[in-house]
C-alpha cells in the first residue's frame, strides 16, 4: 500500500504565496508521475500542475506563470509553490502519484487533500 501525505495549506491574502507538500511513502518501487489537483465547491476536481519522473512538468492554463511544480525522487516528494495568489485558486488540493509498488502493482494514489483559502 502507498500512502500520500499533503501538507502546506493555509489562510493566505490574494498575491500571496504559498507552498504545498506531499510524501509518498509504503510499498514503492518507483514513482512515476505525480501531480496536484484542486476541488472548488460545486466544481470539478481539475488539474493543477504534473511532473512526470523525467521532470517534464504541464500546468494549466490558469495558474502558468503562478505556479511551479517540482520533486524530489530522493524523498519521494512533490512541491508546489503557488504565487501571486488569487482568490479563484481557493480549493482543496489533492497529490496524486502513479506508482510502481514493491508487488508489482501499478497504482494511483491520492493524498487527503489539504485546504488553500485566498482572501481578496
Known amino acids: 500500500q502507498v500512502q500520500l501525505v499533503e501538507s502546506g495549506g493555509g489562510l493566505v491574502q490574494a498575491g500571496g504565496s504559498l507552498r504545498l507538500s506531499c510524501a509518498a511513502s509504503g510499498s514503492i518501487f518507483r514513482i512515476n508521475a505525480m501531480g496536484w489537483y484542486r476541488q472548488a465547491p460545486g466544481k470539478q476536481r481539475e488539474l493543477v500542475a504534473s511532473i512526470t519522473s523525467g521532470d517534464r512538468t504541464n500546468y494549466a492554463d490558469s495558474v502558468k506563470g503562478r505556479f511551479t511544480i517540482s520533486r524530489d525522487n530522493a524523498k519521494n516528494t512533490v512541491y508546489l509553490q503557488m504565487n501571486s495568489l488569487k482568490p479563484e485558486d481557493t480549493a482543496v488540493y489533492y497529490c496524486?502519484?502513479?506508482?510502481?509498488?514493491?508487488?508489482?502493482?501499478?497504482?494511483?494514489?491520492w493524498g487527503q487533500g489539504t485546504q488553500v483559502t485566498v482572501s481578496s
Open positions: 496524486n502519484a502513479v506508482v510502481n509498488t514493491r508487488v508489482g502493482v501499478i497504482g494511483n494514489y
